[in-house]
């Protein structure tokens, strides 16, 4: 038996011998961290945040499938299954899901099922010697034309990389920090006191047993902060409110540096998106678009195309996001009105873009253009007869004044 263990065991039998310390000092002091894991990564508030900017515009993009001529085949069997995976979650909430499992995971499995799509888990892949990957779950091996493997690529052919992986220790330090600070101020700011006895304790002397348990009661029942309590002492005791250890300064100036790197593992810088976003929402959403959701939509585009459609069809499934949706509403009137008066839209067209129902008369159907956009020369030019293709040669009545 070591010198270590010996000692512990003289310890734990000291202790024993005076269980009464124990009754009567009945808290537990304990250095505890925080694991990342599946159930508890979503309650740092800053990894929710960016997670539901980056999954929340592939869930409102628009669905569509594509011809070798790039036309949209509007009732392609592709879209219903997409807009309806399964019984358990809608087309939005598996594309949502999708997205996160992926930013996450760093990898993602779809599986199409006849008409149904899924998420797999616990998925085990490898290479044949054909050099084609095989998949098993559970222990089933999985067809590869049921599943896809998609995978935010690092350096390994065969496996993606996530937040949970690349961003680790940072996100552990940072979930740790917060718990911390949100332990402490839950319980008030108040962590322990110190009992000092000038005396020495004496498992025997029952009176100063009770008295210690007394004292301990009465600051147990100090629950709410508007709670006053009187405790009186005899002479050789005193009580003193324990310095907490955690520096509230230092905890927050770790937090100020570490969170912002998260945004970093899911390629946002923090500092930029967050200065956009207070001067100019739209910037902030096209820099949120460019820097991390296109290139998710075009991996998901590719994979989706196969698992659906197969290597060798001519058929595309895209995603399409409607950029106009991130500016405010007084820029997009003022992008209309310059879109219909420029001949690029119909008011039809600028009446849709505003969310407005069409007319669908044979005026707002027309095209239009403002007399300021033709070049001087032609202004004798622009008559009705002229923007039809006629031209321009038949003086009418009144050509020669315009």
Not at 70 to 78: F, G, I, S, V
């Amino acid at each position: 038996m070591g010198l270590r263990e010996r000692v512990s065991n003289f310890i734990y039998r000291q202790v024993e011998k005076r269980g009464w310390i124990e009754d009567t000092f009945s808290n537990t002091i304990r250095y505890g961290g925080r694991y990342v894991t599946d159930d508890n990564i979503l309650e740092s508030s800053d990894v929710y945040e960016l997670l539901q900017d980056i999954s929340n515009q592939l869930m409102l993009a628009e669905i569509v499938v594509e011809d070798e001529q790039e036309k949209e085949l509007k009732h392609d069997p592709a879209l219903k299954v997409l807009k309806n995976p399964n019984n358990y979650l809608t087309g939005s909430e598996f594309i949502k899901l999708m997205t996160n499992t992926y930013l996450l995971q760093g990898e993602v499995f779809p599986v199409l099922d006849g008409d149904r799509m899924h998420l797999a888990s616990n998925v085990h892949t490898e290479l044949n010697d054909r050099l084609i990957e095989e998949f098993t779950v559970n222990g089933t091996k999985i067809p590869g034309f049921m599943i896809r493997h998609i995978k935010n690529i690092g350096t390994n052919h065969l496996q993606g990389v996530g937040l949970m992986q690349l961003g680790k220790d940072t996100l552990e330090g940072v979930m740790s920090a917060e718990k911390v600070l949100t332990d402490k101020y839950k319980k008030g700011g108040l962590l322990a006191f110190l009992l000092k006895l000038d005396a020495h304790i004496n498992p025997q002397n029952g009176a100063q047993s009770k008295l210690i348990k007394a004292i301990l009661n009465q600051l147990e029942q100090i629950d709410e902060s508007r709670t006053v309590k009187m405790i009186p002492l005899g002479k050789g005791y005193s009580i003193d409110a324990l310095e907490s250890p955690i520096d509230d300064q230092k905890t927050l100036a770790y937090l100020n540096v570490y969170k912002k790197d998260l945004g970093k593992f899911l390629g946002i810088n923090v500092d930029t998106y967050t200065a956009l976003i207070k001067a100019d929402l739209e910037k902030a959403m096209m820099y949120l678009y460019n820097k991390a959701v296109q290139p998710i939509m075009k991996i998901f585009e590719e994979h989706l195309t196969l698992l659906f459609f197969g290597p060798n069809s001519e058929k595309r499934l895209k995603f399409k996001i409607n950029i106009l949706d991130f500016v405010p509403y007084s820029t997009k009137t003022n992008i209309v009105y310059n879109l219909v008066r420029t001949m690029v839209a119909t008011p039809d067209d600028g009446r849709d873009i505003l969310g407005k129902d069409k007319l669908n008369t044979p005026e707002s159907s027309k095209l239009y253009i403002s007399k300021d956009l033709i070049a001087g020369e032609d202004l004798g030019k622009a008559t009705d007869d002229s923007l039809k293709g006629g031209d321009g040669n038949d003086k009418e009545k009144g050509n020669e004044d315009i």
